[in-house]
C-alpha cells in the first residue's frame, strides 16, 4: 500500500512539473528575444532591396512597429503578407516574407538569436514592441 502511494504521489509531482513547464514554453515572447536568425536577416535584406526598398525606408518601419506595438507578430506578417508588394500582393514566398520581417526587425534595433522566425511555429505569441 505504501509503495502504490508513493507511486501515485511520484506520478502526480512529475505530471504537475510537466505541465509547469508546458506553461513557460507557452508565454508570450517579444521581438527583444532572439526570436529571428543572422541567416534570416541577411536572406531579408536581398529582398527588401529587391521588393521593397524603392517605396518603404527604415523610417517607415519604425512608426509602423510603433503602430503595431503589444500585438502579435502573426498579424504584421499576415498584413505585409496581404499587401505587398503594393503592385503584386502575395508574390514573394512565405519565407521570403519572414525575412523581411527579420531583416525590418534587426534594422530597428531587435536581436538576432539562435531560433529561427517561422510564421508555423509560434509567430502569434510573440509581441512587436515599439524600437
Known amino acids: 500500500m505504501k509503495y502504490t502511494v508513493k507511486v501515485i504521489a511520484s506520478s502526480a509531482y512529475l505530471l504537475m512539473f510537466l ?7 507557452a508565454q508570450d515572447r517579444t521581438v527583444n528575444d532572439g526570436i529571428f536568425t543572422e541567416a534570416q536577416v541577411n536572406a531579408g535584406e536581398v529582398v527588401y532591396d529587391a521588393s521593397c ?7 517607415f518601419y519604425r512608426d509602423t512597429l510603433k503602430s503595431w506595438n503589444n500585438q502579435p ?3 504584421l506578417w499576415e ?3 496581404g499587401t505587398m508588394p503594393a503592385d503584386n500582393p502575395g508574390s514573394l514566398l512565405l519565407e521570403e516574407y519572414t ?5 525590418i526587425l534587426s534594422e530597428n534595433g531587435f536581436p538576432a538569436g539562435d531560433m529561427k522566425l517561422d510564421p508555423d511555429n509560434g509567430m502569434d505569441v510573440i509581441h512587436i514592441l515599439s524600437p
Open 79 to 81: 498584413t505585409i503578407m
Open 19 to 25: 505541465l509547469a513547464g508546458q506553461v513557460i514554453v
Open 99 to 103: 525575412d523581411v520581417i527579420a531583416y
Open 53 to 59: 526598398k524603392t517605396c518603404h525606408n527604415m523610417r
Open 73 to 75: 507578430l502573426i498579424y
